[in-house]
């Protein structure tokens, strides 16, 4: 059975330092992985995705995730962090095409100036 | 080239009632999910639509049902409503054989049950 798991419920970092929202995910399968964020009172917008591709994955917005399969991980970051990138964000893991998204719980994030 | 599209974005709705969900998929797309995303949750699978019928199921009661026309828009039906169906509904659209490459979503309808 897939399921996701985000780590932290919530973070808060400082304009212009790095971002870290971690991930892990558990899958019987080879896993498709997504990064999903969602600002306030908004539609769902696709980050980036790991399809059995490279594992290093590079997004919008300055942001990327690595799949690490020996830690079962997928964990966004980013080197700066803008004001613009408060939100909530969820990663997200299907078994392929056709199939179902399972979305962890969200991370919310805050940016302070 | 319109996203995915929903309607209303609003709703209220009295215990009991029934309501009617639209969305427009993204042009191109042939495959219409739901999800539900309770308030301060994550969205939860409802279910799939592909080719005018339901291809999977979510861990959701009967009281939720769907449809999907032949111009591939769909609706998501509640009937016997209760205050635990408040939620925004998302609607996702996607290709069938692309959906590994990540769905596009709309930006939801906000029902509340009262």
């Known amino acids: 059975a897939q399921s996701v798991t985000q780590l932290d419920s919530h973070v808060s970092v400082s304009e212009g330092t790095p971002v870290l929202l971690r991930c892990n995910y558990s899958s019987s399968y080879s896993p498709s992985l997504f990064w999903y964020v969602q600002h306030p009172n908004k539609g769902l917008q696709l980050l980036l995705k790991y399809t059995s591709a490279a594992t290093l994955v590079k997004g919008i917005n300055g942001f990327e995730a690595e799949f690490k399969k020996s830690e079962t991980s997928f964990h966004l970051t980013k080197p700066s962090a803008h004001m613009s990138d408060a939100a909530e964000y969820f990663c997200?893991?299907?078994?392929?095409?056709?199939?179902?998204?399972?979305f962890g719980t969200g991370t919310s994030l805050t940016v302070i100036p | 080239d319109a996203g995915v599209t929903q309607s209303p974005t609003h709703l209220i709705k009295t215990r009991g009632q029934q309501v009617t969900l639209r969305c427009s998929p993204k042009?191109?797309?042939?495959?219409v999910s739901w999800y539900q995303q309770a308030l301060g949750q994550g969205p939860q699978f409802i279910f799939q639509y592909y080719e005018e019928e339901e291809r999977q199921r979510g861990n959701f009661p009967d009281r939720f049902s769907g449809h999907q026309f032949p111009n591939y828009s769909s609706e998501l039906n509640v009937n016997a409503l209760l205050l635990g169906d408040s939620a925004l509904y998302l609607c996702?659209?996607?290709?069938?054989?692309?959906?590994?490459?990540?769905?596009?979503f709309g930006s939801g309808t906000r029902l509340t049950v009262v």
């Open positions: 042009s191109g797309h042939d495959t």
């Open positions: 996702a659209s996607s290709l069938v054989a692309g959906t590994n490459y990540g769905y596009t």
């Open positions: 997200v893991v299907s078994e392929g095409t056709g199939n179902q998204f399972y």
